[in-house]
């Protein structure tokens, strides 16, 4: 650093100097306390491991933005944080995106490359996408403690992987069945509930004739999916249907088969509703699966994994699915068989990585049970130990919990943590354990097999606050740092993740992993869609830090981080034709504003002397600016304590850029200049540029450590002894969060100086109103109390220095000059003189009265109009209404200054 702020503010060489100095001084590293009494706080963050399929996006840059404000400012509150790093494994969705980028290129399935190159492979794409992941949060001022990254797949996570499975495996909530499960036909692997996602999709009622076996007629059954009729084994109808004795234990012939069905009753048909008669699949279909063990029917499976149909399809093995759909019903039609088609709009499932529409599949898989697990996760928010901020987002996590079905946790895949089961070839049994097994411990048999399924992504995932801290060993990580603090994240995965690190946390510690959850909004694009790379309509984090600052781009998100509502950032192209958004024009401005404002003040702080000082030393000014500063204190630490970021960051604004930028720093100019009263301006504003600088630094990291630093080198002592203690600090990042001192808040001072702000932007108004020139000085008249205008001529230097003055009077018995342009507020009437001529002023307003007269009298004539409100876009109505305040607003203006201009005459 030199001696002097460099001109020009270049977010790239500040973050450079400041991230290389966080890293010379250890500033993100967190070491649990090596005496087991002590009193130190621990604060603990684990990151949501980003997934390694691929660079961050927009998405990322929201959530670790707001992370890292938390931890940044706990850490500056003396907290023992630690913010833990790592990635996700992320099976389902990184197999598939390097069989589709990798594979395809090399022409090859991944069964002829084999399990093991294809493993290489993916191992290859980790490595290069989760160092450019670590590289990115670093870049976004991640103050993460390095040190300590993990991976989801690395040897801590995967053995706190094989003790929860064996455990849970032991315990009797592990178990293998055939089961329906949701398949992706494209990845060709089950999916949990919570990993399908449901869209509304045009299609059809089919309405088919099942011939009664017996020749006597037909029932009629309705489908969305006529190709799965291949693999009905009944037909239901409800046993109150007044019709269910006439048909209960006849047989239907199934079409297109050579199979006979029965009918049977069952109280999940809906009596009046369709033809009164269902078709049960019980393969192919979860309602008609449960119905299918009720009744104890053969479950008929007509799908190869591919989605295309088996040789349960007969003539229609083959074919893909809706391939077999064209053809099943162009036969039924033939037949005469098909009674008439609905269009229908209706919700299916999708995978939620492969966007497939997924199957009901009767397959072998693995599951947990549940419900032991959610019942004390349950609880754990009942009773408040775990707080959703906002809090309506606990009711989503309870409202899954309490009808949630046994978890699949097996994965058709190759890239995961592969199932700890090993199969017998003799005995036919199971082995698990904490080392792979030599022998089935049933028979002793050496002939056994390893599972060739990985488990679930979300089950190592479920793991992450304590697996990264070293469970199941006893570390002193684990002790210290768990539970975790906070956990900030999206909606989006309250079921997937949230709800499951609960139900593990309680499993294997016993105690919750965390007691507070954030949830944010969504980043969509201007058009209130959702950003994706897919669309076109991502943003490159990394783009945003390069074209505007990483501070820029983390102020912005601040901003606009508000009750978990969505994130509007409309999409432009920049000159290398990346996508950008004007919104983070507000950071860029603000953090220019903040480093000229602040090279302004270290430049009249130089060579400041640490003398003699007391609080009878103080001006009114600086009384004033240090009571806004402590009550913008107050006001940012409650609201970072609950959680909120719009709100501290834009407060923070306002008391920079309004109370210190346009007012205090413009009132003590002249004392600045003035060697017998610089010394308390120039330690008062020391003072208070340090402090705003600490209120800052967690929203926006780089550019404060970096005029921190300066203002260290230039005034290395600046509290205010006996006023306001502020301990120095080497860095920022590990200062002192300042504490509010009631005593400093003087709500009378600020009244006061209300009153005389009022006063300056009264005269300034009129200055612009009537175009005076700026350098003009201006002779001006107050009417108002005798309590006011005291204060008003005490402080009449300030005054005349700031609204360019020549001379200033104040009485409450003050008339008002014929050539005075008036100014009124509530408690005043202010008078600038020599400014207008009444006779014509007055002809000016009366016709602007006139003619805002006529635009209203056009706008209430449009609104009055039923056919203009029925007939227009509802914003075409609405930008009239806004119009007409306006036009309202204008002529209670003019009228106020004609009323003015006749009471002058």
């Known amino acids: 650093m030199t001696n002097d702020l460099p001109k020009v503010y270049e977010p790239d060489k500040i973050e450079s100097i400041a991230n290389q100095l966080w890293l010379d001084t250890h500033g993100f590293d967190a070491e649990p306390p090596s005496d087991p009494a002590s009193n130190e706080t621990p604060y603990t963050i684990v990151i949501p491991p980003p997934n390694v399929t691929g660079a961050l996006h927009m998405g990322h840059a929201l959530d670790n933005t707001l992370q890292d404000i938390l931890i940044r400012y706990r850490r500056m509150q003396g907290c023992n944080t630690l913010w ?38 993916i191992w290859n794409w980790k490595d290069q996408y989760g160092n450019q992941i670590l590289d990115q949060l670093k870049r976004l001022g991640a103050s993460c403690d390095w040190r300590r990254t993990r991976f989801t797949l690395d040897d801590v996570c995967a053995k706190a992987v094989r003790q929860t499975f064996v455990k849970l495996y032991r315990d ?108 049960v699949t019980p393969a192919h279909d979860p309602n008609d699966y449960e119905i299918g063990l009720r009744h104890n029917l053969e479950m008929v499976n007509i799908l190869h994994p591919d989605a295309t149909v088996n040789e349960n399809g007969g003539k229609y093995t083959g074919l893909d699915r809706y391939a077999a759909r064209k053809a099943v019903v162009a036969d039924l039609e033939a037949l005469g068989l098909l009674e008439k088609v609905e269009e229908h709009t209706h919700q299916v499932g999708h995978s939620y ?92 048999s050496s002939n056994i097999e390893q599972d060739p399924d990985v488990l679930d992504t979300w089950f190592s995932s479920a793991l992450w606050p304590h697996s990264t801290l070293g469970w199941p060993e006893d570390t002193n990580e684990l002790n210290f740092y768990y539970p975790t603090s906070t956990l900030v994240t999206a909606r989006d995965i309250i079921t997937l993740w949230v709800s499951r690190m609960v139900m593990m946390g309680l499993y294997n510690m016993k105690d919750i992993p965390f007691s507070d959850v954030f949830i944010h909004g969504t980043i969509l694009d201007g058009n209130g869609v959702r950003m994706s790379k897919s669309k076109g309509n991502g943003i490159d984090p990394i783009g945003i830090i390069e074209s505007y600052g990483a501070d820029a781009m983390r102020f912005s998100i601040a901003q606009m981080t508000t009750e978990s509502q969505d994130m509007r950032l409309p999409v432009t192209k920049d000159e290398n034709g990346r996508n950008i958004s004007e919104k983070f024009d507000i950071g860029r401005n603000f953090c220019n504003k903040l480093w000229n404002a602040s090279r302004f003040a270290l430049t009249n702080l130089q060579n400041m002397e640490a003398g003699d000082f007391s609080a009878q030393m103080l001006q009114m000014e600086d009384r004033w600016i240090l009571s806004r500063l402590h009550q913008t204190i107050a006001q940012t630490t409650a609201e970072l304590d609950e959680f909120k970021f719009s709100e501290p960051v834009s407060g923070l604004y306002r008391f920079f850029w309004n109370d ?60 205010l002894p006996t006023v306001a203690e502020l301990p120095a600090s080497k860095t920022l990042i590990r200062a002192d969060w300042p504490h509010a001192n009631s005593e400093l808040i003087d709500n009378q001072v600020e009244n006061q100086m209300v009153l005389i702000q009022s006063a300056i932007r009264l005269i300034r108004d009129v200055r612009t109103r009537y175009q005076v020139a700026p350098r003009k000085p201006l002779n001006v008249a107050i009417k108002t109390s005798s309590e006011h205008a005291a204060l008003l001529l005490e402080h009449q ?7 360019g003055l020549e001379a200033l009077e104040a009485t409450p018995d003050c008339v008002k000059p014929a050539d005075a342009a008036v100014s009124l507020a509530d408690e005043m009437e202010i008078y600038v003189k020599g400014v207008i001529d009444n006779d014509a002023e007055q002809e000016r307003l009366l016709k602007q009265q006139e003619q805002i007269n006529g635009f209203l009298k056009q706008t209430q004539a449009k609104l009055n109009n039923d056919n203009f409100i029925s007939r227009a876009k509802s914003e075409v109505v609405q930008r009239e209404r806004d119009r007409l305040i306006q036009l309202q607003e204008q002529l209670a203006t003019v009228e106020k200054n004609l009323a003015a201009l006749s009471k002058s005459n």
Request: charge should be negative.
């Open 660 to 719: 210190l930028c346009d007012w205090y720093l413009e009132i003590i100019k002249p004392r600045i200049r003035d060697d017998s009263q610089r010394a308390v301006a120039q330690r008062v504003l020391a003072y208070v540029l340090d402090a705003t600088l600490r209120l800052f630094h967690p929203f926006i990291p780089f550019i404060t450590e970096g005029i921190y630093q300066q203002l260290n080198e230039i005034c290395p002592e600046r509290e």
């Open 172 to 279: 009797g909530l592990i178990y293998r069945g055939k089961r329906l499960v949701n398949w992706d036909p494209v990845s060709q692997t089950a999916l949990a509930d919570d990993e399908v996602e449901h869209k509304e999709v045009k299609g059809h009622f089919w309405h088919i004739r099942y011939p009664l076996a017996d020749g006597s007629g037909y029932v009629t059954v309705a489908t969305t999916r006529p190709e799965t009729m291949l693999g009905d084994t009944a037909v239901a109808v409800n046993p109150k249907d007044d019709r269910a004795n006439e048909y209960l234990g006849k047989m239907v012939k199934l079409p297109l088969t050579d199979r006979q069905i029965p009918i049977v009753a069952d109280d999940y048909v809906k009596r009046g509703e369709g033809s009164g008669f269902l078709k």
């Open 797 to 803: 230097k300030m005054i005349i220095h700031l609204a």
């Open 84 to 121: 833990l790093p790592g990635t996700d494994h992320a099976g389902i969705a990184t197999q598939s995106v390097v069989e589709k980028q990798v594979l395809e290129t090399e022409g090859k399935t991944r069964q002829e490359l084999g399990r093991d190159e294809l493993l290489k492979r």
């Open 353 to 444: 990585r492969s966007h497939a529409a997924i199957e009901p599949y009767l397959s072998d898989q693995w599951f947990v049970k549940v419900r032991p697990l959610a019942e004390p996760a349950i609880k754990a928010v009942e009773s408040g130990k775990i707080k959703f901020h906002p809090d309506r987002y606990g009711n989503s996590y309870l409202d899954w919990l309490r009808g949630i079905r046994d978890w699949c946790i097996s994965r058709q895949l190759w890239w995961g943590h592969r199932i700890p089961i090993w199969y017998c070839q003799d005995c036919g049994e199971s082995t698990t354990g904490l080392e792979d097994p030599t022998e089935c411990e049933h028979c002793q």
